[in-house]
């Protein structure tokens, strides 16, 4: 008795769910379930065979080799003084205004996401220049950790961004593209948070009393001097890439490199600092490299399985709008994102998920910016939003309250659904630079 596809597909992903309630980490959760689901659809070694040679063979893709670099470039700027002097200079521009602070933040985590693909280290590097100001401010504690999180998620949309190259390798679609698609969503996003915190905090000022002391113009424009390290770093990242004189990966090296000849030059790299950069970029990039092999070894096995297409034929056939599937899709990453990591979920869905978006016609690189919009919420997504976590962790337990900094996060979120309204509503803010790229 052959068993339908849709009780194969509810089995697995519902034996996924358990493994992960278990604790079982996703990575390994991913690889386990593919490894018995290979010796029960296949005879003999073949199915395993099978899954190895999935999983092998995508990590063996060359764009891939940008994951790591991009990863180190930002630890990098994380841990020498070019990111605490970007956000001294914003700082001074902005800390006037109503929750000043909480307006640079979210600014400094658009600029730091421009040569940051990783929320983690956005997250990090944000939370460390701006809590202990906040608190020193009295900002209300769940608003001051949830704007560092929103903050530090826009790491993962604005390019370079990990998530786009992760799904670009699967999709088959232009990094180059994919990240000038992020570029306008996330600075749209950017400015809807700017907009949120300065209402708020005019209309309740004790959420974030300010300050009195002030700068002269003479003096804020004096302090541009000190990001010319950053800006030189994204012209040469994304001027290398959008003038053709280097692919998203070589680009990835030549501002590697930069960064390190900087950081050396500026004193601001030691040995001992150089220790902690690599091991922080071993650690991310090897649980990011286990994902891709996990979920690629379950994305071959629900393919080969006949679930996939079985799938495709099954929302092909309802009378249903590709809005609506859309609609459901994003829904679906909603839920998905509250508990698992936006890396598992962009390599496991993805594969399942593309067939029925190229016969519904739907665009794939307008689809892969609101799905990366979807991950940023999912990160600030209370039970389990990485980013909560982050700042948790970097702020004394008793000065901010898991509960405060849950509720804290809800506006924030609903900022990344409002963005993802409008970019279905208008897809043209995610598809007009890319046809610009694509044009030249």
């Known amino acids: 008795m052959i068993m339908e596809w849709y009780w194969i597909l509810f089995i697995l992903v519902g034996s996924l769910c358990v493994l992960l309630f278990m604790g079982l980490p996703v990575a390994f959760s991913l690889g386990f379930l593919s490894m018995i689901s290979a010796l029960v659809f296949w005879p003999g070694t073949e199915g395993l065979y099978g899954v190895a040679l999935a999983g092998y063979g995508h990590m063996g893709n060359y764009t891939l080799v940008c994951v790591p670099l991009f990863i180190l470039m930002a630890q990098v700027v994380m841990h020498s003084r070019m990111g605490a002097d970007t956000y001294d200079v914003a700082d001074r521009f902005l800390r006037n205004l109503p929750g000043g602070l909480g307006i640079t933040s979210a600014v400094f985590g658009a600029i730091f996401g421009a040569v940051c693909g990783a929320s983690t280290a956005g997250t990090a590097t944000v939370g460390l220049l701006s809590l202990p100001e906040m608190e020193k401010r009295k900002y209300q ?118 960064v390190f000849v900087i950081a050396f030059a500026k004193r601001t790299m030691n040995f001992q600092l150089l220790r902690k950069v690599l091991l922080a970029t071993v650690k991310t990039t090897t649980m990011i490299g286990w994902i891709i092999i996990g979920a690629t070894s379950f994305g071959y096995v629900i393919i080969y399985s006949g679930c996939a297409a079985s799938l495709t034929d099954w929302v092909v056939s309802m009378d249903v709008s590709p809005t609506t599937v859309v609609v459901v899709l994003m829904v679906g990453f909603i839920i998905m994102g509250m508990f698992l990591d936006p890396a598992a979920i962009v390599m496991m869905t993805t594969p399942i998920i593309l067939p029925i978006l190229l016969a519904l016609d739907i665009n794939v690189l307008w689809f892969g910016i609101l799905m990366t ?20 962790g970097l702020v004394p337990a008793e000065s901010m309250p898991m509960k405060a900094l849950f509720w804290g996060a809800f506006p924030f979120m609903l900022i990344d659904f409002a963005t993802i309204a409008l970019v279905m509503i208008f897809p043209a803010i995610a598809t007009w630079l890319p046809s610009l790229v694509i044009a030249a």
Do not use: H, Q
């Open 373 to 392: 919009i979807n991950m940023c919420a999912g990160n600030i997504s209370p039970p389990m939003g990485l980013n909560l976590y982050i700042v948790k």
């Open 141 to 258: 504690p769940g608003m001051a950790g949830a704007i560092v999180a929103f903050a530090g998620a826009l790491s993962i949309l604005i390019p370079p961004s990990v998530i786009l190259i992760l799904y670009g390798t699967l999709a088959n679609e232009s990094i180059g593209a994919l990240f000038a698609g992020g570029f306008l969503p996330g600075i749209l996003m950017t400015i809807l948070a700017i907009l949120y915190i300065a209402i708020r905090v005019k209309l309740n000022p004790a959420l974030a009393p300010r300050e009195d002391v002030r700068f002269t113009w003479r003096e804020k424009f004096t302090s541009l001097w000190k990001v010319w390290a950053l800006l030189l770093l994204v012209l040469l990242l994304l001027g290398t890439i959008y003038t053709g004189v280097a692919t998203p990966t070589e680009a990835s090296a030549i501002a590697c490199l930069a």
